[in-house]
């Protein structure tokens, strides 16, 4: 009876709940009921957004702080890795979509999504800072309070750390089910997901099959340098990819990402809060798997061929750098690339606003892609830098 209730009590079941849930109430709401929703969903992703700043500098500066002379070493090795993995997972999907997107019969039958209603009331609720600039902040300062041997400011950071956390736990992932609920509501009701799936099922389910894929060999890899089981990792990943699916944001899902990642005893605590945190926003490798795979389809599509090789090279060694500085909001990657698109692919407006509706289909599956995938990045530098925990073999 105790589990029995402890499962239905359990995250990834109210997460999985207020998807299903979410997508019924889409599908009978009128016009009042989803502006309300809409509302609720707006107020809800206002709050997580101005929470993420602190936990960025909840996390970071102080794991910074815990990694003493190895701080800067680490931070190197982190981006470095999620740099790699963009460019890879790209890489893949290109050599991919040279075999299959030929053979496959793509027809192009975009339909109109249904207008929301003008939102009833909008409570702006605006982040201390964005995103980078929380990054950038958390960085500066850990690495200040390592040079200056700040004993009062490392105690700070501490208690930091544990106020930030307290705020996770107590606030986010409690309405998270509800904010989840919210936004596959007014997804249903506009009626993309109904009525495009059946033009890009094929497209998505290839897409999908790279992402877990390229997450195989992302966990392999961690596992081979820590030299522990990657599954002792991946295990714990479920709400967090449910979440991500969900709320189709990186940054939204870092919370229950932390969650997850603090259950896994194989990975170094100190790295551990400093790579789930800064991989969030950098470390975005289904977001770009999706996306080469994409403009590949839309250049098919519109312009009859795929790029030519030497573009689509460019395009994934440029895409690589951008993704690192992208932001972890819904369609963060394909918008700060768009410069990318048009520029190196040579997309019009129309092939940018068919890849901006296609990619935004999508998005949940790659933000959870992303975020599965940080787990193996700490994992991987937690290897490298020798500092994997002593714990009995499950």
């Not at 390592?146 to 700070?156: C, D, G, P, R, V």
Request: hydrophobic share 55%; proline share 5%.
């Amino acid at each position: 009876m105790n589990q029995k209730k402890s499962i239905l009590q359990s995250l990834p079941f109210r997460l999985f709940i207020g998807l299903i849930g979410g997508l019924l109430i889409g599908q009978w709401a009128n016009e009042a009921v989803i502006g309300v929703i809409d509302v609720i969903r707006g107020i809800l992703g206002d709050l997580v957004g101005y929470i993420v700043p602190f936990i960025i500098l909840g996390f970071i500066t102080p794991a910074i702080v815990a990694l003493k002379e190895n701080a800067g070493k680490t931070l190197a090795i982190t981006l470095l890795i999620c740099y790699l993995s963009s460019v890879g997972a790209a890489s893949f999907s290109f050599l991919s979509g040279k075999i299959i997107i030929p053979h496959l019969n793509i027809g192009s039958s975009m339909g109109e999504a249904v207008a929301l209603p003008d939102r009833l009331f909008e409570l702006s609720i605006e982040p201390i800072m964005p995103v980078m600039t929380a990054l950038i902040t958390a960085v500066f300062i850990g690495l200040a309070v390592l040079w200056t041997k700040s004993k009062y400011f490392e105690i700070l950071l501490n208690e930091w750390n544990e106020i930030v956390l307290a705020i996770v736990n107590k606030i986010v992932i409690r309405f998270l089910p509800f904010y989840i609920a919210a936004t596959f509501a007014v997804l249903a009701y506009e009626g993309q997901i109904i009525r495009e799936l059946p033009v890009f099922i094929k497209v998505l389910l290839i897409v999908i099959l790279g992402h877990y894929l390229w997450l195989t060999l992302l966990y392999a890899i961690g596992g081979f340098l820590s030299k522990t089981n990657p599954i002792r990792v991946l295990k714990h990943y479920g709400p967090a990819y449910l979440t991500a699916l969900g709320t189709m944001s990186s940054a939204a899902t870092l919370p229950v990402s932390i969650q997850c990642a603090s259950k896994a005893d194989t990975l170094d605590p100190d790295i551990r809060d400093f790579c789930i945190p800064l991989c969030s926003n950098t470390h975005l490798c289904g977001s770009v798997l999706t996306e080469t795979f994409f403009v590949m389809v839309v250049s098919q599509i519109l312009y009859g061929k795929l790029p030519e090789s030497s573009s689509m090279i460019l395009f994934i060694l440029l895409l690589g750098i951008f993704a690192i500085a992208a932001p972890g909001v819904p369609g963060g990657t394909v918008v700060a690339s768009l410069g990318l698109i048009i520029t190196v692919l040579g997309f019009d407006e129309v092939g940018t606003a068919l890849m901006l509706s296609i990619f935004a289909l999508q998005d949940s599956f790659g933000t959870a892609c992303n975020i599965t995938g940080d787990g193996a990045i700490a994992l991987m530098v937690t290897g490298i830098m020798k500092k994997v925990p002593r714990r009995t073999k499950i």
